[in-house]
């Protein structure tokens, strides 16, 4: 928690922010955003994340806007990508460090939006300048929120079902009967689960599903694949959004349930719970004290 709120309050007021006050972001904000960028926590699964911020200054991705994000993002100047080492599990870590970046852009009062898919990625990845192994699975828009939204974002919206999101009954299970999870647990993680409930995940497809153990007090976090998505993954083999929604789940059940006073520590249990469908996934399971 900060004077300006707490991870709970910024997970709750962030969204998709597609339309941006044509303005530069304030110096000192800059100040706060690089020094941000530059002490990243490190993914639960070990791995790092190196950020860039491309401000409106001598980059061609911000100058060329349009181009680089097809006409998506209205008036951003700025851009922050992420480049990762490609290792196991380096996606649910991006996903995880990478929206804490967003969550703490929220409490410096801007605006973002995920760029997985439309953007050109040729340009930022030029721009990263690579290391060896080193992937850029993602990146954002960061500026100042417009009030009006563009005729496009209304369009996107409809798409994308923005605030929309599936209920409880359907992501949250519980273990031993395999119905919609009952409450048995502490209030708190009634609290986490709801932040999972509202994170952003690509296309909005919302692929986290948790099983609840009450005997051992153990969330397990099963990847539930979007078909259209595992294609995409096949594709790219490197970049896998659903993976990175992953880590973003696990970003707001941690951080949410750890300020409320929770503790309790991330283990890929082996054997992991038995997936119930096809395309789901055993990734993890928080195991609480
Ligand atoms: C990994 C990831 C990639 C995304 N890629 C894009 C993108 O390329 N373009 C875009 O306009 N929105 C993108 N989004 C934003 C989602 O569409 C958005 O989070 C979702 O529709 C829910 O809306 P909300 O963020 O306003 O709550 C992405 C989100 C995530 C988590």
């Known amino acids: 928690m900060t004077s300006k709120g707490t991870f709970i309050d910024f997970i709750k007021s962030r969204y998709s922010c597609r339309a941006y006050i044509n303005k530069p972001i304030r110096d000192n904000t800059i100040k706060e ?25 001598g980059s061609e991705f911000c100058r060329v806007e349009k181009l680089g994000t097809y006409g998506f993002i209205k008036g951003a100047r700025s851009f922050v990508a992420g480049a990762i080492k490609k290792s196991p599990h380096a996606m649910e870590d991006f996903g995880y460090i990478f929206e804490w970046f967003i969550l703490k852009a929220t409490e410096l009062g801007l605006g973002t939006c995920w760029l997985g898919a439309t953007f ?44 929309l999101r599936k209920n409880r009954d359907s992501l949250f299970f519980d273990m031993e009967t395999k119905e919609p999870m009952k409450k048995g647990f502490p209030d708190i ?29 153990t969330f397990h976090f099963i990847l539930h694949r979007t078909l259209v998505y595992s294609q995409v993954a096949k594709l790219v083999a490197t970049v896998d959004l659903q993976m990175i929604d992953m880590g973003i789940a696990m970003c707001h059940f941690e951080l949410s349930a750890r300020e409320l006073g929770a503790s309790g520590t991330w283990k890929i249990l082996k054997p992991g719970p038995k997936p119930r469908y096809r395309n789901e996934e055993y990734i993890v399971s928080w195991v609480g004290e």
């Not at 932040?195 to 153990?213: G, H, K």
């Open 189 to 217: 993680y009634a609290t986490a689960l709801e932040m999972v409930r509202i994170a952003p995940s690509a296309t909005n497809r919302q692929p986290w599903r948790i099983l609840y153990d009450s005997k051992s007090n």
């Open 120 to 163: 050109q990625r040729t340009i930022l990845t030029k721009a990263m300048q690579l290391a060896d192994q080193e992937i850029m699975p993602a990146a954002a828009s960061i500026g100042y929120s417009g009030v009006k939204l563009h005729l496009l974002d209304k369009k996107i919206q409809m798409y994308t079902k923005p605030r």
């Open 33 to 57: 955003l690089t020094s941000i960028i530059s002490n990243p926590p490190v993914g639960p699964f070990g791995n790092i994340v190196r950020f860039e911020l491309f401000n409106e200054l």
